[in-house]
């Protein structure tokens, strides 16, 4: 096999839960992923070295050397495999560039895919799930997909069931957020108020409206601890949040940490209408309709 393609999905995270900032400097988190239909396509090429590239819509935001999380994703899987292996890694971008969706965790899991099928390896799941873990919490369930809920860093995870497909629009903002930043600014702001911060927990009613395929019900339980924190560090958010509420959505968050934001559409249609307002939205670089669940990173 000469060439292998794999497709990853985006993810928005229905419900994060971020718990006291440990010894460690993590959190502990309850975190709902749910796989979308915003994809990249990862290419696995042989070749004597390891390089990467990337083309598309993001790819000048996108680092091409050491840097770059699907690289480092090839080389844990060949040291994990003993040997010395080569490829050629080519990205095809559509997910946004540090936007809170996951799109350089989901490269990861594309190359550990592709780079296991080129290599010939024949890993199952569960081999390839601990490689992820370790370059990044993020990383184990685009390999998943579907609906999950992470617990520990994200990282520990376990399927939910969904009763349907739901509509989604992420609405693109111009620049990105750093993941860190945002952690860091929510640590902040928790001690400026010098209360308790509570041990995260799974929202029952959350998981309810999950397994019932009820978008109402979900829109009223979307949440993220994160998102004082990026709103604070870019408040042109809640003006975008609040453009979205009023065309309809179901339910608005900040992704992740931000600074895509997520809305829950009522219906395919509904999805449509409300990417269209949003792409017109001061702030606005793109408003992308989708749906969810989607499975994880596929061999084409």
């Known amino acids: 096999m000469s060439s292998v393609t794999v497709r990853v999905p985006a993810k928005v995270n229905v419900q994060l839960s971020v718990g006291p900032l440990r010894e460690d400097g993590y959190h502990d988190l309850v975190n709902v992923f749910h796989a979308v239909s915003i994809f990249d396509e990862v290419v ?7 390089t990467v590239s990337v083309v598309g819509e993001w790819a000048d935001q996108v680092p091409v050397d050491d840097g770059n999380l699907a690289i480092q994703a090839a080389r844990a899987l060949a040291k994990h495999a003993g040997r010395t292996y080569g490829a050629e890694l080519v990205i095809h971008k559509a997910i946004p560039v540090a936007g809170g969706m996951a799109g350089g965790s989901a490269d990861a899991a594309g190359a550990l895919v592709a780079c296991n099928e080129l290599w010939g390896l024949g890993l199952p799941l569960e081999d390839l799930m601990e490689i992820a873990a370790d370059l990044g919490s993020d ?13 520990g860093r994200g990282e520990q995870l ?17 620049g990105g957020l750093s993941t860190a930043k945002v952690y860091a600014e ?3 702001l928790r001690a400026e108020t010098g209360a308790d911060v509570p041990w995260p927990e799974l929202d029952e009613a959350l998981l309810a409206a999950l397994r019932a395929g009820d978008a109402p019900a979900l829109g009223a339980r979307l949440a993220n601890d994160l998102q004082l924190a990026a709103l604070t ?6 003006d975008t949040l609040d453009e979205g509420r009023r065309h309809g959505a179901l339910g608005a968050l900040v992704s992740g940490s931000g600074p895509s ?7 395919a249609d509904h999805a449509r209408d409300l990417a269209t307002t949003l792409s017109q939205f001061a702030g606005c670089r793109a408003a992308v309709p989708a749906h969810g669940p989607v499975p994880g990173a596929a061999v084409l």
């Not at 376990?158 to 111009?174: D, I, P």
């Not at 934001?261 to 219906?267: Q, V």
């Open 261 to 267: 934001c997520a809305f829950l559409a009522g219906d």
């Open 139 to 151: 990383v184990p369930f685009s390999l998943l997909g579907g609906t999950a809920v992470g617990t």
């Open 44 to 50: 696995a090429k042989e070749s004597e070295g390891m």
């Open 233 to 238: 560090l870019r408040p042109d958010l809640a």
């Open 158 to 174: 376990s399927r939910l069931a969904t009763g349907g497909l739901f509509h989604w629009v992420f609405a693109v903002a111009e």
């Open 186 to 188: 929510c640590d902040r």
